[in-house]
């Protein structure tokens, strides 16, 4: 969900590169051609993955943020891949209708949790698989900086007004960084609230675009988010600074920097967090909060899944391997990496944290799977467009002091305008 660089974590340009260290030949010999959203250490652990890959050599590219906008032009050119690991599942049910995509199944033994698999179907076809989770839900902090975590909502929300009185008067670090400069972060608190507030039908309702965003869900949900968001104090420098923070550099303000006591993020802020913590204190984690403290507190839950190209075989066999359990063995012992699996032992986790939140994605009933990553384009976010462009508009003006309720009903308004002109282009 992010790798770190997904989401804009680590812009670059276009980069190839081989997992196996073999160039492409011709023939049956030719390497398989495989396009990732993944760079830095991410790509480096999936080429490790790689290397167990029995068939052909493998070659990699890795896209940059924008992975739509590359495979559309590698399409055009007549050059597409023979698989792309995908961040959204919108993307995949949009090239399985296009016809571009081969109908591809997990091995036997392969369990993803409930509903995630009818998110890559295709009128009954499944033509993806998931190969890597991202819980979504997770607030990241110092045990030194935070030693009783909130366990509600409303004690979250108490917790930043006391620290951000102490902000506002310069006898303390803000309570809460935000990386608000990509939008998919403000996304991923509006889901989370909304998992609270919906039930799951609802939820899905939302993400398919059958339900009316100016409805009471999404105001509930936005005027939850005001009352926090507008809080004095609340961020480093403000909602303008924030604004121009990236993900990445709100995880720093937490663990390195230290102006900052919670930052909220997924499961991947942990790759951010080795990287910059120092004194060597260890960043500690506590669940998204329900509204209430005797209620399961929301699950979402993002990720990535293989799809093969038509007319490549040896992209379908790929993608059926990286379902099978051993297949991303290197990459779970090395840590940061969740599985989709929910028949991979826990046991095979040898990163303790990374094992506690399988645990949580196994033991949980119904989570919630990213709505921005559901919904069609253009209505999906992207930097400056659609639903994450809408939640930073959003997030502007409560964080400027605009009043709660006419900053929701403008949203909503916009929400659902934005809806409506997805619907009239399908």
Request: charged letters at 20%; glycine letters at 12%.
């Given at each position: 969900m992010p790798r770190l660089s997904r989401r804009g974590l680590l812009r670059s340009v276009v980069a190839v590169?081989?997992?196996?260290g073999a160039t492409a030949c011709s023939g049956q010999d030719r390497a398989v051609r495989v396009a990732v959203v993944w760079s830095a250490d991410e790509l480096a652990q999936f080429r490790a993955v790689l290397r167990g890959f029995p068939g052909a050599p493998v070659r990699v590219t890795s896209t940059g943020e924008d992975i739509d906008a590359f495979l559309n032009a590698r399409r055009l050119a007549g050059t597409s891949p023979d698989v792309a690991i995908l961040p959204r599942p919108g993307l995949v049910t949009e090239y399985a209708r296009r016809g571009w995509l081969a109908p591809v199944l997990p091995t036997a033994t392969y369990r993803s949790p409930t509903g995630l698999t009818e998110l890559l179907t295709y009128r009954g076809v499944g033509y993806g698989v998931w190969v890597k989770a991202a819980?979504?839900?997770?607030?990241?902090?110092?045990?030194?900086?935070?030693?009783?975590?909130?366990?509600?909502?409303?004690?979250?929300?108490?917790?930043?007004?006391?620290?951000?009185?102490?902000?506002?008067?310069?006898?303390?670090?803000?309570?809460?960084?935000?990386?608000?400069?990509?939008?998919w972060v403000l996304t991923d608190w509006l889901e989370n609230v909304l998992a609270d507030v919906t039930t799951p039908e609802e939820y899905d309702l939302l993400a398919r675009g059958e339900a009316d965003w100016r409805?009471?869900?999404?105001?509930?949900?936005?005027?939850r988010l005001a009352d926090l968001w507008g809080t004095p104090g609340a961020f480093p420098g403000g909602g303008r600074r924030a604004l121009l923070t990236q993900f990445q550099e709100s995880v720093i303000q937490v663990v390195h920097q230290r102006e900052a006591v919670m930052v909220f993020g997924a499961?991947?802020?942990?790759?951010?967090?080795?990287?910059?913590?120092?004194?060597?204190e260890e960043p500690a984690t506590f669940r998204f909060p329900a509204a209430n403290a005797d209620d399961e507190p929301p699950l979402l839950v993002g990720g990535?899944?293989?799809?093969?190209?038509?007319?490549?075989?040896?992209?379908?066999?790929?993608?059926?391997?990286?379902?099978?359990?051993a297949s991303f063995a290197p990459?779970?012992?090395?840590?940061?990496?969740?599985?989709?699996?929910?028949?991979?032992?826990?046991?095979?986790?040898?990163?303790?944290?990374?094992?506690?939140?399988?645990?949580?994605?196994?033991?949980?009933?119904?989570?919630?799977f990213d709505l921005s990553d559901r919904l069609p384009s253009p209505f999906t976010g992207t930097d400056g467009v659609g639903i994450w462009r809408i939640m930073q508009d959003f997030f502007a003006d409560v964080t400027a002091g605009a009043p709660p309720a006419g900053a929701v009903n403008r949203t909503t308004a916009l929400l659902a305008a934005a809806a409506q002109d997805t619907e009239r282009g399908r």
């Open positions: 590169t081989s997992a196996s819980h979504k839900s997770l607030f990241w902090h110092l045990p030194s900086r935070l030693p009783e975590r909130p366990d509600t909502w409303d004690a979250l929300v108490g917790l930043t007004r006391r620290l951000g009185a102490l902000a506002v008067r310069g006898a303390g670090p803000a309570p809460l960084a935000v990386g608000a400069a990509d939008g409805e009471r869900p999404v105001q509930a949900a936005l005027l499961d991947f802020a942990r790759g951010v967090a080795r990287a910059f913590g120092r004194d060597g990535d899944a293989a799809v093969a190209f038509t007319g490549s075989d040896r992209g379908v066999a790929l993608v059926q391997w990286l379902t099978e359990t990459w779970r012992q090395a840590g940061g990496y969740l599985s989709p699996d929910l028949s991979v032992p826990l046991r095979e986790y040898a990163d303790g944290p990374t094992g506690d939140l399988a645990r949580e994605l196994h033991a949980a009933a119904s989570p919630r």
